[in-house]
């Protein structure tokens, strides 16, 4: 009997009046401008071993350094910009953050010391954190589904980003040296500055009516149930972030030494794989998945378990394709369900001070992943980061798996 309850049409919430917080074209607008800052901030930090010489550090010793000094301060910087927007305005502070990037990359770009450059990168993420701005701007005027979709498309915004952006800076270094475009790249930030100009400040969107729908008990119960505990949301951010990116910085060398005479071209293809699963497969996976976000992260963390692991035994082409592939579905499957995870979190709480926590921990995430690979390929060679990797993403997926269970989830939404 209960059973069938379940199964008949149940009143689903429907949102009555689609003007109030942000329109379409207006969060496509948010996506643009979060675009245009990724696309300066992941472009040019790749080429730091050819900047660093003009500089006076000859072997670009300092290049590991300075390529997470940014993450560092705009990690702690995030929590305080946070919670200045939840008291002065979103807008003024996703302002902020943008004007904070133009200004930071006008003094890299005119820094003639490595001390000066190394204080226009500290300022660059201090001032910049564009993350938590945007996510707060949005979840000040969104909620429940839609939000769930913008901070999917803002994702998707700074994956094209780590795609294009270091192709178009290789495409221009033989006219413009790589230190004097953050000169150019200043243009970008300033422009969406200009363009979130003739954007509102968000308004709370006007809560929704209800209407009968076709819609399965399950479905609305997961969708419009208590707000998500921030507790597992963090441990989710923290370990989905340091399982993926770890593999980043030593992959194009681990390809060399797998797949000798493999061209640059091949490389950058195999390490641009996951991002383009995003790009490809977010919307369809956020349809799938927005109403059972716990069953998304432990599939996530599943498929970069596997996908890390394949690694270590990928010694031709068509492997190594198949397990870049089957990671970019755990990046995929794990950032759609954080996005969800996020978005019901944001319900009742400042989204300001939540979304500059949460950028706190997922460059934490970033920061130890990089220090873990740093030390793990020193030590043991340029697999061994991708097998920390694995390590860390098989414990989360055997605790999102216990969230599935309604009991176990029910316990960690009290806490």
Not at 57 to 72: E, K, N
Not at 172 to 197: E, K
Request: aromatic share 8%; proline share 6%.
């Amino acid at each position: 009997m209960t059973a069938d309850v379940e199964a008949l049409p149940q009143r689903r919430p429907v949102e009555a009046d689609r003007s109030d917080g942000l329109g379409r074209r207006q969060v496509h607008a948010v996506a643009a401008c979060y675009f245009v800052a990724s696309f300066a901030a992941l472009g040019l930090p790749p080429y730091l071993t050819a900047i660093l010489p003009t500089l006076g550090d000859a072997q670009a010793r300092w290049a590991g350094v300075l390529y997470i000094v940014p993450t560092v301060f705009s990690a702690l910087g995030a929590p305080l910009w946070g919670r200045l927007a939840d008291r002065f305005g979103r807008k003024r502070l996703l302002l902020r953050a943008q004007l904070g990037l133009t200004v930071s990359f006008l003094l890299a770009g005119a820094a003639d010391s490595l001390p000066a450059f190394t204080v226009a990168l500290v300022l660059q993420g201090f001032l910049g954190g564009t993350f938590a701005a945007t996510n707060g701007y949005l979840a000040a005027a969104l909620d429940g589904p839609r939000l769930s979709r913008a901070l999917t498309l803002m994702q998707g915004s700074a994956r094209a980003a780590l795609v294009a952006a270091p192709i178009l800076v290789g495409a221009l270094s033989p006219w413009i040296d790589p230190h004097r475009q953050y000169l150019v790249m200043a243009v970008l930030p300033l422009a969406a500055a200009l363009l979130l100009l003739r954007l509102p400040e968000p308004k709370a969107a006007r809560r929704a009516e209800v209407v009968t729908t076709d819609v399965p008990a399950s479905e609305t119960s997961a969708e419009h149930s208590a707000p998500v505990s921030l507790r597992p949301l963090y441990a989710f951010e923290f370990t989905f972030v340091f399982a993926t990116v770890i593999s980043f910085p030593y992959l194009i060398t681990l390809a060399q030494q797998r797949l000798p005479g493999v061209s640059g071209i091949t490389t950058g293809v195999l390490f641009a794989l996951p991002h383009l699963c995003y790009l490809v497969f977010a919307a369809h996976t956020h349809t799938l998945f927005h109403a059972r976000p716990h069953t998304g992260i432990a599939l996530g963390f599943a498929c970069v378990t596997v996908g890390l692991a394949g690694h270590a035994v990928a010694y031709s082409l068509p492997v190594f394709v198949a397990v870049r592939l089957l990671l970019g579905a755990g990046l995929t499957l794990g950032l759609v369900s954080l996005a969800v995870l996020a978005a019901g979190a944001a319900k009742g709480r400042q989204p300001g001070r939540m979304f500059g926590t949460l950028e706190l921990v997922s460059k934490g995430g970033a920061v130890a992943a990089g220090a873990v690979a740093a030390l793990a390929n020193d030590r043991f060679g340029a697999a061994a980061p991708v097998v920390a990797g694995t390590a860390a993403a098989l414990l989360a997926a055997l605790a999102a798996t216990a969230l599935t269970v309604p009991s176990a989830r029910q316990r960690w939404s009290r806490r």
